[in-house]
């Protein structure tokens, strides 16, 4: 897979066509097609059950479709010639033998896949564990076996990375670290295929998105045209404390639904800024600010995805409006009320 110095190969596409994954009764994925393109980084988003984990061991060759096809290059997973060089994945960083030692599992990977010794101490310091290298497995935090994880996953220079939940247990400076390695991998010309459930951290990182819900398609398009598209952040409006109420309540006889701005002022849905300024201006309202706002990905990932969710908690208010960034707790003023199985982040701090 190497090449000469910032030259990479192209056109390592991964395809899902008409995936559909049954268990027993239930289709955790059902018909699913789309294409993730080398170049770019393709997050992966739905709620919890909707089909991710699922999709991405079909494309590894873990399970089995019941019917469709999962290609990378135009191959099936198990039928690539030499799998670590051509697709790296990080599934379970804890899916380590707690005896070896971080240089003794990467050089145990490559032995077993003709890898030369060299690459064992190039992924080290290409993920910061030089340091680590003698330390056993078992003594390592959850951010220094993700960086374990993601050293496997570039131990064979593969053109294809799969990554789930790649920034579980970072901190601030390896999520960080791992936003850059995987836009600067991207822009070498490989397919970067991210999953996970930070969505601050996926909108920073990602270039595109497939969304899914329930084992179906929900969206497959560029990050900023998905917010764009199905934004509902409205206009922020600012004027003299002294006409700030009046405002509202002239705009909400027009039909505007307004509240708080957590950056101060009014945010208003449902009317367009140049309706706002010619309201204001006939009622003689001085106006200091008309801002259009876009909602945040977390917005519009939950609003899309609401009929999706399977397990939701007794307190998780699923109804919430999209670009409602309030100050927590605020009411006053306001018209409307890897496979790892967690997204938690802890420190990187070794234990």
């Given at each position: 897979?190497?090449?000469?110095?910032?030259?990479?190969?192209?056109?390592?596409?991964?395809?899902?066509?008409?995936?559909?994954?049954?268990?027993g009764?239930?289709?955790?994925?059902?018909?699913?097609?789309?294409?993730v393109?080398?170049?770019?980084?393709?997050?992966?988003?739905?709620?919890?059950?909707?089909?991710?984990?699922?999709?991405?061991?079909?494309?590894l060759?873990?399970?089995?479709?019941?019917?469709?096809?999962?290609?990378?290059?135009?191959?099936?997973?198990?039928?690539?010639?030499?799998?670590?060089?051509?697709?790296?994945?990080?599934l379970?960083?804890?899916?380590?033998?707690?005896?070896?030692?971080?240089?003794?599992?990467?050089?145990g990977?490559?032995?077993?896949?003709?890898?030369?010794?060299?690459?064992?101490?190039?992924?080290?310091?290409?993920?910061?564990?030089?340091?680590?290298?003698?330390?056993?497995?078992?003594?390592?935090?959850?951010?220094?076996?993700?960086?374990?994880?993601?050293?496997?996953?570039?131990?064979?220079?593969?053109?294809?990375?799969?990554?789930?939940?790649?920034?579980?247990?970072?901190?601030?400076?390896?999520?960080?670290?791992?936003?850059?390695?995987?836009?600067?991998?991207a822009?070498?010309?490989?397919?970067?295929?991210?999953?996970?459930?930070?969505?601050?951290?996926?909108?920073?990182?990602?270039?595109?998105?497939?969304?899914?819900?329930?084992g179906?398609?929900?969206?497959?398009?560029?990050?900023?045209?998905?917010?764009?598209?199905?934004?509902?952040?409205?206009?922020?409006?600012?004027?003299?404390?002294?006409?700030?109420?009046?405002?509202?309540?002239?705009?909400?006889?027009?039909?505007?639904?307004?509240?708080?701005?957590?950056?101060?002022?009014?945010?208003?849905?449902?009317?367009?800024?140049?309706?706002?300024?010619?309201?204001?201006?006939?009622?003689?309202?001085?106006?200091?600010?008309?801002?259009?706002?876009?909602?945040?990905?977390?917005?519009?990932?939950t609003?899309?995805?609401?009929?999706?969710?399977?397990?939701?908690?007794?307190?998780?208010?699923?109804g919430?409006?999209?670009?409602?960034?309030?100050?927590?707790?605020?009411?006053?003023?306001?018209?409307?009320?890897?496979?790892?199985?967690?997204?938690?982040?802890?420190?990187?701090?070794?234990?």
């Open positions: 897979m190497s090449g000469p110095p910032g030259v990479r190969s192209v056109g390592r596409m991964i395809e899902v066509r008409e995936l559909t994954k049954k268990y009764a239930r289709t955790a994925v059902d018909r699913l097609t789309f294409t393109r080398p170049g770019v980084v393709t997050g992966f988003l739905g709620p919890n059950g909707a089909g991710k984990s699922t999709t991405i061991r079909a494309i060759g873990l399970d089995a479709p019941s019917a469709g096809t999962v290609t990378v290059d135009g191959h099936r997973y198990d039928r690539l010639a030499a799998p670590l060089r051509e697709v790296g994945s990080l379970d960083a804890r899916a380590v033998h707690g005896g070896r030692t971080v240089r003794g599992h990467l050089l990977l490559a032995r077993s896949n003709a890898l030369p010794r060299r690459r064992v101490d190039e992924v080290l310091g290409e993920v910061g564990l030089e340091k680590a290298a003698d330390r056993r497995a078992k003594g390592l935090s959850l951010g220094m076996g993700q960086r374990l994880g993601i050293a496997a996953a570039l131990l064979g220079d593969p053109a294809v990375l799969i990554l789930d939940e790649p920034v579980n247990g970072l901190d601030t400076e390896g999520i960080r670290w791992i936003r850059d390695l995987l836009k600067r991998l822009a070498e010309g490989r397919t970067v295929f991210l999953s996970s459930h930070l969505m601050s951290e996926m909108e920073l990182t990602a270039d595109r998105l497939i969304v899914i819900g329930q179906r398609l929900l969206a497959d398009t560029g990050m900023r045209t998905f917010i764009e598209d199905h934004s509902k952040g409205g206009t922020r409006v600012r004027t003299p404390d002294g006409e700030a109420q009046r405002l509202r309540a002239l705009l909400e006889a027009h039909g505007a639904e307004v509240r708080l701005d957590a950056r101060g002022g009014w945010r208003v849905v449902g009317i367009p800024p140049a309706e706002i300024g010619e309201l204001a201006r006939a009622h003689h309202l001085a106006v200091h600010e008309l801002t259009p706002v876009l909602s945040s990905l977390e917005d519009v990932y609003a899309m995805t609401r009929s999706s969710v399977e397990y939701r908690g007794a307190t998780c208010d699923m919430a409006d999209i670009g409602a960034d309030m100050v927590p707790g605020t009411t006053s003023g306001t018209t409307s009320g890897t496979t790892s199985g967690t997204t938690s982040h802890g420190k990187e701090a070794a234990r």
